[in-house]
């Protein structure tokens, strides 16, 4: 939804449960913009149904090392190589 009472986004590049850009991304926020017209329309029956994304339980332990790292200002642990500009 945007401010614009009738005005509905849907691509992949709206927010959606999936951080990278897939075709499932796209679909899932095409469902959110048809369920937004379908609420301001005054439609009453069933939305359009939304799947959350899996989230695999075992990857929690390097997400939440990642973050630390990252607040630190430390490369990914994964990084073999800087990439970055000499002299930064």
């Known amino acids: 939804m945007t401010r614009i009472d009738n005005l509905f986004l849907a691509g ?3 927010k959606t449960d999936q951080n990278v850009t897939t ?12 369920n937004g017209v379908l609420l301001a329309s005054g439609y009453s029956g069933p939305m359009v149904k939304i799947v959350g994304l899996f989230q695999a339980p075992w990857w929690v332990p390097f ?9 630190h200002k430390l490369p990914n642990q994964f990084d073999i190589v800087d990439a970055r500009w000499p002299g930064r």
């Open 12 to 14: 992949e590049w709206v």
């Open 23 to 34: 075709m499932e991304g796209a679909n899932e926020g095409g469902r959110q913009a048809a």
């Open 63 to 71: 997400k939440a090392a990642d973050k630390i790292r990252y607040r």
